[in-house]
């Protein structure tokens, strides 16, 4: 049990361009999402938490125009990286948890923007 | 000083060996605390959650919690060139704080 996924697993896309990154939770309603961005052999980095139908909350340093979280269902939450430039290149996971205890994670996402 | 602190490694080990992996914290707040595992270009994979002191084992994996020291730390028994890959600590308070506190990953390579 406790299956996540996220679509698409690789994207590469040219400068300026918006991406979608989708997570769902396969067998579990998610209250809570999390979104993770990690670099090369580097921790993860909390982005943003997100509760179904209400804003994400971001933490210190995370633009919120510039990464769009939208939680819509209690299986599926979306991340918009708008406006890609290269340093945004980098590996996003998200993470879902059912009971404020555990959190499960998804294979994450690899960006590359050229 | 880092809420959480872990060797980041790397560790490489013979077949077979035992493997010990640690962390320490400095909130005396945190109750919950969790293994990951993370291979290489992969999302993280729970392996172990606990929240009080003492042993909790889980087939070759055991999980030991130290509150009064501030030190948790995953045991690897006969490890194998599969258990090959990243461990994160990971760590949070009670209540309605859901946020995790992550420890920087130990490096494991497990040698055929």
């Known amino acids: 049990g406790a299956v996540v996924s996220q679509h698409p697993s690789r994207v590469i896309c040219k400068s300026g361009t918006s991406v979608k990154i989708e997570c769902r939770s396969l067998d579990f309603q998610a209250t809570t999402m999390f979104w993770y961005r990690q670099f090369p052999k580097k921790s993860l980095m909390l982005m943003a938490t997100?509760?179904?139908?209400?804003?994400?909350?971001?933490e210190q340093g995370v633009e919120k125009d510039k990464f769009l979280i939208n939680h819509a269902s209690l299986t599926l939450s979306t991340l918009t990286v708008t406006s890609a430039h290269p340093e945004d290149s980098s590996f996003y996971i998200c993470s879902a948890t059912e009971n404020q205890e555990t959190q499960y994670f998804g294979p994450g996402t690899r960006l590359l923007v050229l | 000083q880092k809420e959480v602190e872990q060797d980041p490694g790397p560790l490489s080990v013979p077949e077979g060996a035992i493997v010990s992996l640690n962390c320490t914290y400095s909130?005396?707040?945190?109750?919950?605390f969790m293994w990951y595992r993370q291979y290489s270009r992969k999302g993280p994979e729970l392996l172990m959650y606990?929240?009080s002191s003492g042993n909790k084992e889980d087939g070759r994996f055991t999980a030991q919690v130290d509150k009064s020291s501030k030190y948790i730390s995953l045991f690897i028994r006969d490890s194998q060139p599969s258990d090959s890959a990243t461990y994160l600590c990971?760590?949070?308070?009670?209540?309605?704080?859901?946020?995790?506190?992550w420890g920087l990953g130990t490096s494991l390579a497990v040698n055929p």
């Open positions: 990971a760590m949070k308070g009670a209540g309605n704080n859901r946020k995790l506190i």
């Open positions: 909130n005396s707040a945190f109750q919950y």
């Open positions: 997100s509760n179904e139908g209400s804003k994400a909350t971001y």
């Open positions: 606990t929240y």
